[in-house]
């Protein structure tokens, strides 16, 4: 049974880089067939995909969010990361770390608990 | 890019009522789609994946159908402990994923 668990600072200032990292128990990245993606979720709105990447270091970006986000796979340490650069208050959200695991499917049946990262000086 | 457009954004219902969340896409090239229920405070949680098929442990009064452009959540019975947010989400270009915008489902 696939855990997720992010990691990271909870604030973080404007124009500043978000860094999360995102541990993975239970199974091994590095014999995965499917992604590991980022989510987030502004409070009170709605989810938005960030990014996949796959063991071999492969990624997908949100075409919104791709000037700006870095994904990458350590699959020495089991963990996978997410850097925001010049972060601003619209960057404010918790965020997630998610796969399909076994599912090999489009659907995410594994979830972290999330993270609430603040933007804010 | 695919936009997913759910609605309604809201719906007020009683327990045991029938209940239907919509899904439509912006394009008709969707190769998987999936359904979370989510609550406060909370992560989602799958609740349907590849359009039809019932997540191992989700009660069976959750049932989702589609295809093409247009896909269906249907809670044949609500249960008190189903009053939360549904998102669908989208893969067209694995792994590339688009989430819609929600429904509340609230109690009447």
């Known amino acids: 049974q696939l855990q997720l668990q992010e990691s990271g600072p909870g604030l973080v200032k404007p124009s500043e880089t978000l860094s999360l990292t995102c541990s993975v128990s239970?199974?091994?990245?590095?014999?995965?067939?499917?992604?590991w993606g980022w989510i987030r979720q502004p409070p009170g709105k709605g989810l938005e995909w960030i990014g996949s990447i796959f063991y071999s270091g492969s990624t997908n970006y949100n075409p919104s969010l791709k000037s700006r986000v870095t994904i990458s796979v350590d699959t020495s340490k089991n963990q996978f990361s997410l850097k925001v650069n010049s972060v601003t208050a619209a960057d404010t959200a918790v965020y997630y770390c998610?796969?399909?695991?076994?599912?090999?499917?489009?659907?995410?049946?594994?979830w972290g608990q999330g993270t609430l990262v603040t933007v804010s000086s | 890019d695919i936009q997913l457009t759910q609605s309604p954004s809201f719906l007020s219902a009683s327990v045991g009522d029938r209940v239907t969340i919509t899904c439509r896409a912006s394009?008709?090239?969707?190769?998987?789609l999936a359904w979370y229920q989510q609550k406060p405070g909370k992560a989602p949680n799958l609740l349907i994946y590849?359009?039809?098929t019932l997540q191992s442990g989700v009660p069976s009064r959750f049932s989702g159908s589609g295809s093409g452009t247009d896909f269906t959540l249907t809670i044949s019975s609500l249960q008190p402990e189903d009053f939360a947010t549904y998102y669908c989400q989208e893969v067209h270009k694995y792994p590339a994923l688009t989430f819609g915008g929600g429904t509340r489902v609230e109690i009447k």
């Open positions: 394009q008709a090239t969707i190769i998987y």
């Open positions: 590849d359009a039809s």
């Open positions: 998610a796969t399909p695991g076994s599912l090999n499917s489009g659907g995410l049946d594994y």
């Open positions: 239970g199974g091994y990245i590095s014999r995965s067939t499917y992604f």
